[in-house]
């Protein structure tokens, strides 16, 4: 099973992109869901997930207000939407299965699992 993130590009600062992840056959109902990225010589950060508890979502503070994730029940799909983009939302971006949330971060728990990721470029 592999977890597919596609929609990736380059655009202007302001612009806007939407991701997409086929989750394969994981279903939403096993783990949280969700994304991070990972810039050149930064820290990876994760990005937003969906609680397969509650299903309520929750963004990093770089993000918050420009980002939305949803999720798609009957495709297996989640999406990442991406608004008011910056030059410093490029990275390249993963969709993954295993995410938590600790303290006011998201973070990827020891056993998460995610595919190949998507290249964001933002120019200015």
């Known amino acids: 099973v592999q977890l597919q993130a596609s929609g990736g590009g380059l655009v202007q600062a302001g612009g806007s992109l939407r991701l997409s992840c086929d989750f394969g056959?994981?279903?939403?109902?096993?783990?949280?869901i969700g994304w991070f990225r990972q810039a050149p010589g930064k820290e990876r950060e994760g990005v937003s997930l969906i609680s397969y508890v509650d299903r309520r979502t929750y963004y990093a503070d770089s993000v918050r207000g420009r980002f939305t994730i949803s999720r798609d029940n009957a495709k297996n799909t989640v999406y990442l939407q991406m608004n008011s983009l910056k030059p410093e939302d490029t990275a390249v971006y993963y969709c993954?299965?295993?995410?938590?949330?600790?303290?006011?971060?998201?973070?990827?728990?020891?056993?998460?699992?995610w595919g190949q990721g998507t290249q964001v470029t933002v120019s200015s």
């Open positions: 993954a299965k295993g995410l938590s949330l600790e303290g006011a971060k998201i973070h990827l728990r020891v056993g998460a699992y």
């Open positions: 056959g994981f279903t939403f109902a096993e783990d949280n």
